[in-house]
């Protein structure tokens, strides 16, 4: 620990004496100064021991010292050294009472004692204690090492809580706990979250302290790794500020973790490789060759019911909108730029796969990312928290979006997502097909994710919606209208009549409250317009769906 007033007074060497200020002798002395200034207090820093001999202040004027020493309290000196046996044999009772009244430590120097000796002593303690905190703190880095090579971050926590003697946690990517010692710590960090995101939109590295409400710790937080955006962060939590050595130790650990991380980093960019190629043999129908080359990898995800999963921002969604609606079986390796994309800031496709990959870590599942290009490509375990999760994200950028009422701009990256219904690893080229029809039907419906389910157990007529559906109905009537427009009958409705009634010409009059003859000549009269023959069953099932189009249209 640094110097303090009362170990300069129990050394032996030095023969100081305590005049006033007993009580604040344990305050440590950051510095011994000699100023015989009568106004030293703007050349002071605080912390320090004055050292006077009273040669220019008139230290038998009460009113003086009053001043004096109110001044030099107000300035953080610590104490204050008087020689006696050089301008006064004692120490004037006017310093020693106003000493007394602001709780100034007043220490007397022997005149055989020099300024110097109590400046050197100060010196050498203070290098003494600053050895020290070196010495614990590479004792500590030694220790967080070992810990870390031996036990991983869950032991660098535990050996870093013990040095601070205090708490440590780690965050995640998306700001979750993923590791803290000791075990009650997990629930004090919890509630750090918000802090954690607050500095996770910050430059990398980046740091905050947090002072608790009364009672509370206080808190340190670290974001961990090298890019733009940070890949983890660190939590400790201790009663006071850290001192040298606990500070050697905190820098210790966030370097510990930060290789920690982009170690991670590289690992994972090589298992998306992997998870490319497994992919590929999934999709190629080739489950048994995806097991053996990464089998121990992925576990159940394998052989469990499972979800495929296809997301790509809006601005690629928008270059897809007048695709031909043809499903790729298989995606293109990752390129550099898509395993890059997790230092990207604002890419709503990083942020799923951040997601995905924190629910899967936490809840122990395999989960199977894989950026294609512009896309991702998610596998994930049927009912398992990626999935939820995945749900989870797509759902809360919708609702943002109508919280706004805003449509996002051309160039703006918003999420579409689209969920295959649960399939097996067989069917995983079926799953990829599912997925990428319900994502074609998210980007036409403005939505952020739809489930292949709902187009399956929905109804067609939503569909009906699209622009390019309703030009072709538009078109397939017209004739039909402008025929009605000149008063010469009712084509249009006898002839939705005709068809909700599967044909029947006795129902259908009857709905129309015309004979059925009248009818029949009119379905003779809609032939003739459009050059099409009713009794062929796509071209009643073209017509009825432009009717349905039509109609939903409000015409």
Not at 26 to 47: C, F, I, K, N, T
Not at 123 to 150: H, K, M, N, P, W
Not at 194 to 211: F, N, Y
Request: charged share 25%.
């Amino acid at each position: 620990m640094p110097p303090t007033l009362a170990s300069l007074v129990h050394h032996s060497a030095l023969k100081l004496t305590v005049r006033a200020g007993e009580d604040r002798l344990d305050v440590p002395v950051r510095w011994a100064h000699v100023s015989e200034l009568a106004d030293p207090v703007p050349y002071m820093e605080g912390g320090e021991l004055l050292l006077i001999t009273a040669l220019k202040l008139d230290a038998e004027d009460p009113e003086a010292m009053q001043r004096y020493v109110k001044r030099l309290v107000g300035a953080g000196v610590v104490g204050l050294g008087f020689a006696v046996g050089v301008n006064y044999d004692e120490i004037p009772e006017a310093l020693v009472d106003a000493a007394r009244e602001e709780g100034l430590p007043l220490l007397e120097v022997p005149r055989r004692t020099p300024f110097l000796a109590i400046s050197k002593a100060v010196s050498a303690a203070i290098a003494a204690d600053q050895y020290r905190a070196v010495t614990a703190g590479f004792a500590a880095q030694r220790e967080l090492t070992r810990q870390a090579l031996s036990d991983g971050p869950e032991g660098l926590l535990a050996a870093l809580a013990q040095q601070v003697d205090g708490w440590a946690a780690l965050y995640d990517a998306s700001g979750a706990v993923v590791a803290a010692a000791p075990e009650w710590a997990a629930r004090r960090a919890a509630r750090l979250t918000a802090e954690v995101e607050r500095l996770r939109e910050r430059p990398a590295p980046a740091s905050s302290v947090i002072g608790g409400p009364s009672g509370e710790d206080r808190v340190e937080l670290h974001s961990l790794g090298t890019g733009r955006r940070p890949r983890a962060a660190l939590a400790v939590g201790t009663a006071a500020a850290l001192g040298t050595a606990e500070r050697y130790a905190v820098h210790s650990a966030i370097a510990l973790l930060t290789l920690t991380t982009e170690r991670s980093r590289s690992l994972h960019a090589a298992e998306q490789r992997i998870g490319t190629a497994v992919l590929r043999m999934l999709l190629a129908g080739e489950p048994d060759h995806a097991r053996a080359v990464a089998g121990d990898l992925y576990g159940d995800l394998l052989d469990a019911p499972f979800r495929l999963i296809l997301a790509e921002s809006a601005s690629a969604s928008a270059s897809r909108a007048h695709a031909d609606g043809h499903a790729r079986v298989a995606p293109v390796p990752p390129t550099a730029a898509a395993l890059a994309a997790a230092e990207t800031d604002g890419d709503p496709l990083d942020g799923l796969a951040e997601t995905v990959e924190s629910a899967a870590a936490r809840s122990g599942e395999s989960v199977l990312v894989v950026p294609d290009g512009e896309r991702l490509v998610v596998l994930a375990g049927d009912g398992g928290a990626a999935v939820a999760a995945c749900t989870e994200y797509a759902l809360a950028v919708q609702a943002a979006r109508a919280a706004t009422r805003e449509q996002p701009a051309a160039d703006e990256d918003e999420l579409v997502v689209g969920v295959s219904a649960p399939a097996g690893p067989i069917a995983a080229a079926a799953a990829y097909k599912q997925a990428e029809q319900a994502l074609s039907v998210a980007r036409r419906r403005g939505r952020s994710l739809v489930e292949h389910e709902e187009l399956a157990a929905g109804s067609v007529l939503p569909l009906l919606q699209d622009d390019a559906v309703r030009a072709f109905a538009d078109g397939l009537l017209r004739a039909l209208r402008e025929h009605d427009a000149t008063g010469r009958g009712d084509l249009v409705a006898s002839l939705r009549a005709w068809l909700s009634r599967h044909g029947q010409w006795d129902a259908a009059a009857a709905d129309l409250g015309v004979h059925r003859h009248t009818l029949r000549y009119r379905m003779r009269r809609v032939e003739e317009i459009l050059g099409r023959s009713l009794d062929d069953p796509d071209v009643r099932m073209e017509l009825w769906l432009a009717l349905k189009a039509t109609a939903s249209a409000g015409e």
